[in-house]
């Protein structure tokens, strides 16, 4: 997607959206090998943009994956247990990357892998109540379920924010839920779903923030993140 060229130098970190508008006015900014003038925009995913020569990319050279996690791995760099862990899935990324937030041994679907703290800390802290949407499986009485889930509820004394949650489809008894949270408290979802009634037979985190599970990736696979996407990540950028 398109941005204009001050906020996509800011949002890579480089400067303030200011002083990007005085990079481009004195000359330091090229896209496609053109001078760049302020009003220009340009995507990453498809244009080259250069600030004094060297290619604009955001994330300052660090690791950004998508892995489409399977069941039966952990979500740690090494388990003392002997367990299959995610980092066994990502080791020829050629960086040593972390996981953001976990997901069980029992579910699959999105997980971000990166060694930037700086975003592990603004997707994982509680006050930027970034959501996280799942698709849950599950099978008991979903008509009664469906306002338990969707109102305030208590894990370990604590009160949750009320999810969202929509039905899906049914099949043989079985019912597919959506259910977007922004807290992250160990095995929420089944939680809050066993606290309803339901037992859950599958969940698949397909959501986090902007970011969305590619859906061409097959479990166990990952793939870096598009410049697009990890702009989407880093921060909001309005267009007005």
Do not use: F
């Amino acid at each position: 997607m398109e941005k204009r060229l001050q906020k996509l130098i800011s949002a890579c970190g480089l400067a303030s959206r200011r002083a990007a508008e005085e990079w481009i006015a004195a000359g330091r900014v090229t896209v496609n090998g053109g001078k760049a003038h302020l009003g220009d925009r340009a995507d990453l995913d498809r244009d080259t943009v250069l600030v004094d020569g060297k290619p604009l990319r955001p994330g300052g050279g660090r690791t950004y994956l998508m892995l489409n996690k399977p069941r039966g791995y952990v979500t740690t760099l090494s388990d003392e247990k002997g367990r299959k862990t995610v980092a066994d899935l990502v080791s020829g990324c050629g960086a040593r990357v972390w996981p953001v937030g976990r997901l069980d041994l029992d579910s699959e679907g999105l997980l971000l892998l990166t060694d930037d703290g700086a975003l592990t800390h603004q997707l994982l802290h509680p006050s930027h109540q970034v959501d996280k949407e799942y698709l849950v499986w599950v099978t008991g009485n979903v008509n009664k379920a469906l306002p338990v889930l969707s109102a305030p509820m208590v894990l370990d004394g604590e009160a949750l924010a009320p999810a969202r949650v929509r039905r899906g489809r049914d099949s043989g008894g079985v019912h597919q839920l959506s259910v977007t949270i922004h807290q992250g408290r160990n095995r929420q979802v089944r939680r809050m779903c066993a606290q309803a009634g339901l037992e859950v037979l599958r969940l698949k985190r397909i959501r986090e923030g902007s970011l969305s599970l590619d859906r061409g990736l097959k479990a166990g696979q990952w793939r870096p993140l598009t410049d697009e996407e990890l702009l989407e990540l880093t921060g909001p950028l309005s267009d007005t």
